[in-house]
């Protein structure tokens, strides 16, 4: 009986997918790559009156590091294919490919470098950088959560708005939102 | 004078219907471009702008309709046969058909299409959507129904252009030149 009882347990600890308490960034120290599975590039477009453009980017690459005894010299860099661009909808997708936003044609990624990292609070953080998309460089802020953590892999929950206008990007504006609403999962295992 | 007579049109039947000939011809060739050109930052601009127009024509053709209710129709010139009477009846009732169904039915054609983009009039205003079924189908239909009806009218204006230089340069009579000045003036030139 307590044989079954214990092998129950050591199923229901393995089911665990991830730390169950609130994870924090001081805990998940360490070098990690990102990874397609659990992670979600999602972005949206709200428009005047109408229905948003809401969309993610299937394929990207990325890795993060955090030191162990400063989270604030954390460095994060990713790359968007924006090739990969999905909206559910063909036509959509194909103007968004096209010369009046990312251009794939001639840009073939979006890149961004963290320049600094600022802790808010146990799991939470705002991460500054260097947004690169159509040649135009910007300042841009995120802010990251950690929201779950363990067994050597992490997710990060991002939030941030991004001015299109500035990266050659305005298309449509009135009609379509200048700001960009980046909701974002970032799963990670160390690497 | 402003109001029409039975013996020709006014200055607001003149000036309304030069202000639509140059609208009703610039959107045709406005609607042939925007499918055309391969910048699609461009074609997206000048189909919002074939959106706007559209409305104006419709909003012009309702006061054109009205002011013409509100008046005398002029008698036709004396010297046309009775088919030329008949055959320039017909055309300007199917022109005026074509003047209301055309807009109308581009603007059912943006109310169907599943891409659900808005209609920001002139940048001023948003223009509801009608209600038709929303679907590939819907949209499929409107889009043929307003490429049909659009080339109905190129072939009827040629012909009405075609009509109108064969009185001036042909027959000289006053067809065109009713249309060029208000009644008022032209008695005034005669006597």
Redesign the interface.
Known sequence: MLQRMAIIAAFLLLALPLRAQAPSLADAAGRYVLTPQGSRLSFSVPAAGGRAIRGRFVRFAGRIDIPADNIERARVIITIFPESVATGERRVDNFLKSNAVFDVAHEHEITFRSTAVHRTGAATATVEGSLTARGHTFRETFRVRLAEFGRGRARFHVEGRVLRSRYGMDVGTPLYSNVVDFDMDLAARRG | MLRNTKDGYGLVAIVLHWTLAVLVIGQIGLGLAMLRVA???L???LI?WHKSIGLLILALFVLRLAWRLANPQPAPEASLKRWEKTASAAVHRLLYALLLALPLSGWALVSAS?????T?VF?LF?LPHLPVEVSEAGEAFWRSTHHLLAFAAILLIAGHILAALRHRILLRDHVLQRMLRPVGARKRERT
Do not use: A, E, T, Y
Not at chain 2, 114 to 118: N, Q
């Open positions: 910048d699609k930052r074609s997206f601009d919002q599943v891409l659900g983009i808005p920001l940048g948003l």
